[in-house]
T-cell receptor, first 115, second 114 residues
Framework: AQKITQTQPGMFVQEKEAVTLDCTYD???????LFWYKQPSSGEMIFLIY??????QNATEGRYSLNFQKARKSANLVISASQLGDSAMYFC????????????FGAGTRLTVKP | ETGVTQTPRHLVMGMTNKKSLKCEQH?????MYWYKQSAKKPLELMFV???????ENNSVPSRFSPECPNSSHLFLHLHTLQPEDSALYLC?????????????FGPGTRLTVL
């Protein structure tokens, strides 16, 4: 069975600094996708970034980058130049590649950006 | 309207009531999902519809009944719920693009069962 672990219930970062949110996963599949979502207090889950297990390069989307270490089964999210609006819950998720029916989420990390 | 919308945003109901949650996606996607988000628990996938056909039911109690009349609309019918069913219910949609079909979520319905 697939499992996602986010070991940081809460994180603090100073505005304009970078922060890394940890995510490790457990799967026996060779082909899978990894996702990061942001959930502000309004409740909506906002897609941030995706990494395929066979992608050779780490994914980047603006200020977001994914530090993918396949051998260690980790997919950490790096947010550069933090902004106050980045304060939210962040969820790591994984599913078997091309399988909509098996999306698993971690417990989440609450990020607080301090001015 | 754009993206994924959900109504109502907040719902309070008694255990004997019958209510329905509505989700509509304006993205042309072919898959829709219901998730439950309880306090202190990871997001749980409840139901999946691909091309209007239910393809997954993750052992959800029968007091939750999904309905997908077309590829743009998804309902969750609720009856005789329990207080532990109080949670945020999120709807999502996706389109298989052959790369990584990220799911787009609605704002959720905050459900309180008294």
């Amino acid at each position: 069975a697939q499992k996602i672990t986010q070991t940081q219930p809460g994180m603090f970062v100073q505005e304009k600094e970078a922060v890394t949110l940890d995510c490790t996963y457990d799967t026996s599949d060779q082909s899978y996708g990894l996702f990061w979502y942001k959930q502000p207090s309004s409740g909506e889950m906002i897609f941030l970034i995706y990494q395929g297990s066979y992608d050779e390069q780490n994914a980047t989307e603006g200020r977001y980058s994914l530090n993918f270490q396949k051998a260690r089964k980790s997919a950490n999210l790096v947010i550069s130049a933090s902004q106050l609006g980045d304060s939210a819950m962040y969820f790591c998720a994984m599913r078997r590649q091309y399988n909509n029916n098996d999306m698993r989420f971690g417990a989440g990390t609450r990020l607080t950006v301090k001015p | 309207e754009t993206g994924v919308t959900q109504t109502p945003r907040h719902l309070v109901m008694g255990m004997t009531n019958k209510k329905s949650l509505k989700c509509e996606q304006h993205l042309g996607h072919n898959a829709m999902y219901w998730y439950k988000q309880s306090a202190k628990k990871p997001l749980e996938l409840m139901f999946v519809y691909n091309f209007k056909e239910q393809t997954e039911n993750n052992s959800v109690p029968s007091r939750f009944s999904p309905e997908c009349p077309n590829s743009s609309h998804l309902f969750l019918h609720l009856h005789t719920l329990q207080p532990e069913d109080s949670a945020l219910y999120l709807c999502a949609s996706s389109q298989d693009n052959g790369r990584g079909d990220e799911q787009f979520f609605g704002p959720g319905t905050r459900l309180t069962v008294l």
